[in-house]
């Protein structure tokens, strides 16, 4: 039996130079360096970063059958201030989770969701507010975007918790205990769409 298989492998370390520190098979280098792409990264590519956002924005749009809404002007400028750590898979989680959150006409992009220590020179720095330690503010902000994605789920299937389900990509049971959870009754949505 003949295999006809392509590998494509990706890193964000420069591998040669690791394999003459000894941090990488030098062999397994030389197997996989036939073609090599290097792809700056997305704060090198300012430019790049509100047609990536808006293309994010269009995508999630399609995929769970919402009316596309614009980023705000404040949104984009905090885009384009950001370093980008994570390069573009930040940015597109980013995104993906102010579109679910959003309410109003426009993506506003909550500042509080970004590293303030990862702002370009004269931005300004976010701060969290109150005392909360790190696992409140992750539990209350969890708790939060539950809550607003379910309240917009039934809303889009008028409480039809089987077809919420399929659509959110959960067991219908573990849905259903994320809705007692939160005391979210369903038929609140069923009424609302008669």
């Given at each position: 039996m003949v295999a006809n298989v392509r590998v494509v492998a990706a890193s964000n370390e420069n591998l040669a130079a690791c394999a003459r520190r000894g941090l990488f098979r030098q062999d397994l280098l030389f197997r996989l360096n036939i073609m090599g792409l290097e792809m700056p990264s997305l704060r090198a590519r300012r430019a790049d970063v509100a047609a990536l956002a808006?293309?994010?924005?269009?995508?999630?749009s399609r995929q769970y059958g919402r009316p596309e809404k614009p980023l705000s002007r404040a949104s984009l400028a905090l885009l384009d201030r950001y370093e980008w750590p994570g390069n573009v898979r930040e940015l597109e989680n980013l995104v993906h989770r102010e579109f679910l959150l959003c309410q109003g006409s426009e993506i506003e992009i909550d500042p509080a969701g970004l590293d303030p220590n990862r702002f370009g020179p004269g931005a300004a720095a976010f701060t969290l507010k109150g005392a909360d330690c790190f696992q409140a503010a992750k539990a209350r902000a969890i708790?939060?975007?539950e809550r607003s994605y379910l309240a917009q789920l039934l809303a889009e299937t008028h409480g039809n918790v089987s077809l919420a389900a399929r659509r959110s990509g959960k067991e219908r049971r573990s849905l259903g205990k994320l809705l007692k959870k939160y005391g979210i009754d369903r038929s609140q949505y069923a009424r609302e769409s008669a």
């Amino acid at each position: 039996m003949v295999a006809n298989v392509r590998v494509v492998a990706a890193s964000n370390e420069n591998l040669a130079a690791c394999a003459r520190r000894g941090l990488f098979r030098q062999d397994l280098l030389f197997r996989l360096n036939i073609m090599g792409l290097e792809m700056p990264s997305l704060r090198a590519r300012r430019a790049d970063v509100a047609a990536l956002a808006n293309h994010f924005v269009r995508r999630f749009s399609r995929q769970y059958g919402r009316p596309e809404k614009p980023l705000s002007r404040a949104s984009l400028a905090l885009l384009d201030r950001y370093e980008w750590p994570g390069n573009v898979r930040e940015l597109e989680n980013l995104v993906h989770r102010e579109f679910l959150l959003c309410q109003g006409s426009e993506i506003e992009i909550d500042p509080a969701g970004l590293d303030p220590n990862r702002f370009g020179p004269g931005a300004a720095a976010f701060t969290l507010k109150g005392a909360d330690c790190f696992q409140a503010a992750k539990a209350r902000a969890i708790a939060e975007f539950e809550r607003s994605y379910l309240a917009q789920l039934l809303a889009e299937t008028h409480g039809n918790v089987s077809l919420a389900a399929r659509r959110s990509g959960k067991e219908r049971r573990s849905l259903g205990k994320l809705l007692k959870k939160y005391g979210i009754d369903r038929s609140q949505y069923a009424r609302e769409s008669a």
